[in-house]
C-alpha cells in the first residue's frame, strides 16, 4: 500500500471512530453492492464500529446484484412495499425533475446516522456537491428533525486508483460485472439502477439496449397509468405510450421535444409510428396499445 493510501485508510478509520465515539446505537452502512460499498463495509468493520449494513432492493439494480449483497454476508436486504414499475404504474413515467423512484425506492430514513461510500471523483456535481466528509441530510420533503440524517463519507476523496489498490490489496470480492472476462476488475464500471432516468440520455440509450426487456417493461407500466389516469397532462400531450416513452427517452425537457417537432415537421415527415421506432432502435417486441 502506498504511503498516499495509507493515510486515506487511516484518516478514513479515525472518522469512523469519531462518529462512533459517543453514540449510543447502531450507524446505518448504505451498502449498495457496488465497489465503493464494499470498500467502506471492509473499512467499517476495519474500524471495530457499531454498524447495521443495510441494502435497499429498488427491484432494478444489475442482475447478480441480490446474489452478491447476500455472499457478502451481515447486510440486511429491505424490500419496498411497490416496486419500481408498481410505482410507475401509480405515478407515471420518472424522470430527472420527477424523481420519486429514490424518494421510495433509496433515499428514506432509517437511522440517525449513515455511512456512504460518496466520492468526489465520480462526477464534477459531486465534487461541488460534498466538500466536507460528514453532512447533514434531510430525506423527504421537509426539512424537520424527524427528517434529519448525518451522513458521513470515509472514502470521499478516494480517486479510481485508491478503490483499486484498496480491493487489491485486501482481496475483497466484488460483483461479477466489475469483472473483465481474462478476471481483471475494470474500475470505471459503476453499479446503478438499471436505465435510471438521472443518467444521461445516451449512456441510458446504451443500457436500454443492453436490456431491452427494460423498454417493454417501462411501457407496459406506462400504458397501465394511462389507462387508469386518462386526464393527467401526459394521456393529452402524447398519442400513445410509445410516443411518451420516445419523449422522455431522448429529450431532457419539453422543450427541446417540441422544437424537435417543430425542425423535423415531425407531423408529416417525421417519426409516426413511435412503437415500431422503438422496437427497431432497442430490438424488442411491444404490444400494440392504443
Known amino acids: 500500500m502506498t504511503d498516499d493510501l495509507q493515510k486515506k485508510v487511516d484518516r478514513a478509520v479515525r472518522l469512523l471512530q469519531t462518529v462512533a465515539k459517543g453514540y449510543d446505537g447502531e450507524i446505518e452502512l448504505g451498502y449498495s453492492g457496488g465497489k465503493d460499498s464494499d470498500v467502506i463495509l471492509h473499512l467499517a468493520r476495519r474500524a471495530g464500529i457499531r454498524i447495521k449494513p443495510i441494502y435497499r432492493n429498488t427491484t432494478i439494480d444489475p442482475p447478480g446484484t441480490i446474489a452478491h ?6 447486510v440486511q436486504i429491505l424490500r419496498p412495499e411497490k416496486t419500481f ?35 468526489k471523483a465520480e ?3 459531486r465534487a461541488r456537491l460534498y466538500d466536507e466528509p ?14 434529519h440524517v448525518e451522513g458521513i463519507y470515509p472514502i470521499l476523496d478516494w480517486t479510481d486508483e485508491d478503490v483499486l489498490n484498496y480491493i487489491e490489496e485486501n482481496n475483497i470480492r466484488l460483483h461479477t460485472l466489475y469483472y473483465r472476462e481474462d478476471g481483471t476488475i475494470d474500475i470505471k464500471r459503476r453499479l446503478g439502477c438499471m436505465c435510471c432516468p438521472m443518467i444521461y440520455w445516451k449512456r441510458r440509450a446504451v443500457e436500454f439496449r443492453q436490456h431491452p426487456v427494460m423498454v417493454r417493461a417501462y411501457c407496459r407500466a406506462a400504458q397501465k397509468h394511462r389507462e387508469t389516469h386518462p386526464d393527467t397532462d401526459a394521456a393529452k400531450k402524447y398519442t400513445d405510450v410509445y410516443q411518451l416513452f420516445f419523449r422522455n427517452m431522448f429529450f431532457d425537457t419539453q422543450e ?8 423535423n415537421n ?13 422496437m427497431d432502435y432497442f430490438k424488442v417486441d411491444l404490444p400494440d396499445v392504443k
Open 69 to 74: 449483497v447476500q455472499e457478502v454476508g451481515g
Open 85 to 119: 414499475f408498481q410505482l410507475i404504474e401509480q405515478k407515471g413515467l420518472p424522470s430527472r425533475i420527477r424523481r420519486f423512484c429514490c424518494e421510495k425506492l433509496k433515499e428514506y430514513k432509517i437511522k440517525e446516522k449513515t455511512i456512504l461510500g460518496v466520492r
Open 123 to 125: 462526477s464534477d456535481n
Open 134 to 147: 460528514t453532512k447533514c441530510l434531510y430525506y423527504g420533503k421537509a426539512k424537520k428533525p424527524e427528517n
Open 256 to 263: 427541446k421535444w417540441e422544437q424537435w417537432l417543430v425542425d
Open 266 to 278: 415531425a407531423s408529416a415527415f417525421g417519426i409516426t409510428d413511435y412503437r415500431q421506432y422503438l
